[in-house]
């Protein structure tokens, strides 16, 4: 999927918000995380999963 294709104001998410998500800049609280998903037609644990799986293998959210 492409984030640029997606309607994410059908549910309430601005651009700016997925901006600072996909930079960094901001990390997103769990419902924006729910709300992200629904745009993709999944559930937040597909969401989860996927992104998961396209990390690192030593990717850590808090340094070691």
Do not use: M, W
């Not at 492409?2 to 104001?9: E, G, I, K, Q």
């Not at 997925?18 to 995380?33: F, N």
């Not at 709300?35 to 959210?61: Q, W, Y």
Request: include cysteine.
């Amino acid at each position: 999927h492409n984030v640029v294709n997606l309607d994410f104001h059908e549910n309430d998410i601005s651009i700016d918000v997925i901006s600072k998500c996909e930079r960094a800049v901001k990390d997103p609280q769990l419902t924006t995380l729910c709300k992200i998903a629904e745009g993709f037609d999944l559930s937040f644990s597909e969401l989860a999963l996927r992104i998961e799986n396209n990390l690192p293998h030593n990717f850590f959210l808090i340094e070691k």
